[in-house]
């Protein structure tokens, strides 16, 4: 199993860099993940968008469709990119500590 | 290293360093804005990659095989290897395949017209490792000296010198990996040799014998899949939540009123579809919905595990799983009295459940099973739904996914209903049954770990990347909107990484959805578009 160092611990990832083990997850883990991508800051938008994706995934055990990440959040999905570079499922569950998702998705 | 040599004896030597090196220089060039200069190469795997994880073939790592920590395991799965080889060649463990791979072992001639068939082969600009017959040979010199024990006179001259060892087996298993299994090859061999059937029973080998398989297929796929439901993970009330969700969200931007059936007895069709484009492309089980209840279908969802996800991964590596899966698909949909099951748009889905499952699905869990793409077509022409052919008024192409196409011979009834609706319809070249693959068949369009991408998007997709281009270079640019036309979902993966990679949308213009969509584009119901171009 890959590891990385993430806010002064080193941690299971996936190849991709995804947390395996997503009760490790604390706010700093996903500041360092923002900043290993150039987001220095997160804003309370960003922090929106994680705390939807933690709630959803801790209730259904999966990543929400990402039309419904629009809709609960608000946000279109050009201000997603914006604000998550790699995109909803590349950037926004990763920082949010949620497994990558699997099968045909 | 010339690009185009490359000694069997290599193969089984080193078995720690890496085979052949991939030089971006070396693909086939693709027209601007795409060529060589202006895409960025893949990810190298990194030192930690390298230590951790077997690499020794092309650089790259699909299967992801942890390295062995000594000697006596290695030889562990060797001898496993062997004991698998044995078994593929005997009636009791491998009925299913057993004449169609004696078949493919036996009368290869060695010509290499397999060669100048193969996307892959081209792609890499005819990398010796990519011919498919390379894979095939050292599996057939493997059986013929393991397996069988013959003493022809070539293998006393050494003519068909082979070893097994760990670099034989280890390469192996991720070389089994680099094959669409199209079956592209076994169209054009003169012998009717299928590589791609070889290919799969090597991993098949490797599953069921050695334990080994990527997570996508088997962790996170199949054995996901009938823990939970879906390899999505999606359990029924999630899955039925979801389409609860996609009904109103679908029924406010058309303006019709969306309500999709779940579990009705005795319907006259049972909807299986890929779990998947609920997540992923909503717009496609959204359009099947729509057209159903316009044309006054009686029909259904399940939300009984795994009856709402027709994904059945056994089918590229494992004869087990794929029973499995299969078999619950069937008894769900006896358990509802469903007259007949329609294939959801996805190819392997296809192949699994109308030609292959046909072993298996005897007496009376042999419930008709039709393909999504004449269900289409006569929905389409049944005068139910009125149409208006100018809203579809942009270039349109078709992908035809092997697994429909070439090998289940589903060839006319999608393009019939792309010449009616849309005014712009263009086709590939070549197409139908000669098409190329997306470069994710297989189930390769699941693999992601590592370095994988990389080899899909330049590899396995750039003959299909080069090939769209080419049917829209009458409208170059990202001025003109385009269509890119691919009734299955693995297809549509693919495709939206290979679009990713290359910016194709910012620079030509090119989305990638299904065909239902196109359909429902053009209903004159329609408030809004129904096509919005990946945005929302």
Redesign the interface.
């Known amino acids: 199993m890959?590891q990385m160092e993430l806010a002064g611990r080193m941690l299971e990832v996936?190849?991709?860099g995804f947390l395996q083990e997503p009760e490790k997850w604390t706010e700093e883990i996903a500041r360092a993940y923002a900043a290993k991508e150039g987001v220095t800051e997160l804003t309370p938008d960003h922090w929106t968008a994680i705390n939807y994706l933690r709630k959803y995934y801790q209730e259904?055990?999966?990543c929400p469709?990402?039309?419904?990440l629009?809709?609960e959040t608000g946000f279109?999905?050009?201000k997603l990119y914006d604000l998550f570079p790699n995109g909803p499922a590349h950037s926004a569950c990763k920082w949010a500590g949620i497994p990558?998702?699997?099968?045909?998705? | 290293m010339k690009n185009n040599e490359l000694r069997f004896r290599e193969f089984f030597e080193n078995a720690d360093s890496q085979l052949v090196k991939i030089e971006i220089n070396h693909l086939i060039p693709l027209p601007s804005p795409y060529d060589k200069s202006q895409v960025s190469a893949w990810r190298e795997l990194d030192t930690d990659q390298r230590r951790r994880l077997v690499c020794n073939l092309d650089g790259f790592i699909a299967a992801g095989l942890p390295v062995p920590q000594n000697a006596a395991e290695e030889q562990k799965y060797i001898d496993q290897f062997v004991k698998g080889l044995k078994k593929l060649l005997s009636r009791e463990s491998n009925w299913t395949f057993l004449q169609p791979l004696l078949l493919s072992l036996d009368f290869c001639v060695k010509c290499q017209t397999c060669c100048d068939s193969c996307h892959i082969y081209l792609a890499s600009g005819r990398n010796a490792l990519y011919r498919p017959a390379f894979r095939s040979e050292i599996f057939r010199r493997l059986v013929n000296k393991y397996a069988r024990k013959s003493s022809s006179l070539l293998s006393r001259f050494g003519v068909d010198e082979i070893k097994l060892n760990w670099a034989t087996i280890s390469r192996l298993y991720e070389l089994s990996y680099r094959c669409n299994l199209c079956r592209r090859c076994a169209q054009a061999c003169p012998m009717g040799v299928d590589n791609a059937l070889i290919t799969r029973e090597l991993r098949k080998l490797f599953s069921q014998e050695l334990g080994w398989a990527p997570q996508e297929l088997h962790e996170k796929g199949t054995q996901l899949q009938l823990k939970v439901g879906s390899p999505t993970g999606m359990k029924p009330k999630v899955v039925k939540d979801n389409l609860d969700f996609l009904d109103k969200d679908f029924s406010e931007v058309t303006g019709l009123n969306i309500a999709t059936p779940w579990d009705k007895s005795g319907a006259d069709v049972l909807l299986l579809p890929g779990a998947g484009d609920i997540l992923s492309f909503p717009e496609s089980i959204m359009a099947f919905s729509i057209l159903c209840n316009a044309a006054g279908i009686n029909w259904t969802l399940s939300s009984e595990a795994p009856g709402y996800d027709g994904v059945n991964y056994g089918l590229f590596y494992d004869d087990i799983q794929f029973v499995k899966i299969a078999l619950q698909h069937a008894r769900i949909a006896k358990k509802l009295g469903v007259k007949k099951i329609v294939m959801g748009e996805c190819g392997h889905q296809h192949k699994a459940m109308m030609a292959v499952a046909d072993r298996i699905l005897t007496g009376e869990l042999n419930i008709p099973r039709e393909s999504s793409m004449t269900f289409l077509e006569n929905l389409v022409f049944s005068g139910r739904i009125k149409f208006d052919p100018d809203r579809n008024n942009f270039p349109v192409t078709l992908h035809d996914p092997c697994n429909i196409v070439r090998n289940l011979g589903i060839v006319e009834p999608q393009r019939r209903i792309l010449r009616y609706l849309c005014p712009q319809f263009r086709e590939m070249n070549p197409h139908g049954v000669d098409n190329y693959c997306c470069g994710g068949g297989g189930g390769l369009s699941l693999l992601a770990g590592a370095n994988f991408i990389g080899w899909k998007v330049n590899i396995s997709g750039g003959l299909k990347f080069k090939q769209i281009l080419a049917a829209f270079s009458d409208c170059p640019g990202s001025g003109v909107k385009k269509y890119l036309c691919a009734p299955c979902l693995n297809c549509k993966l693919q495709f939206r990484d290979l679009l990713e990679y290359y910016d194709a949308k910012e620079k030509s213009g090119i989305y990638c959805g299904g065909l239902a969509e196109l359909i429902v584009n053009a209903m004159v119901d329609l408030k809004n578009p129904f096509i919005t171009w990946g945005e929302y």
């Open positions: 890959a996936d190849e991709n259904n055990g999966i469709m990402v039309r419904r629009v809709k279109n999905l050009k990558k998702p699997t099968g045909c998705v």
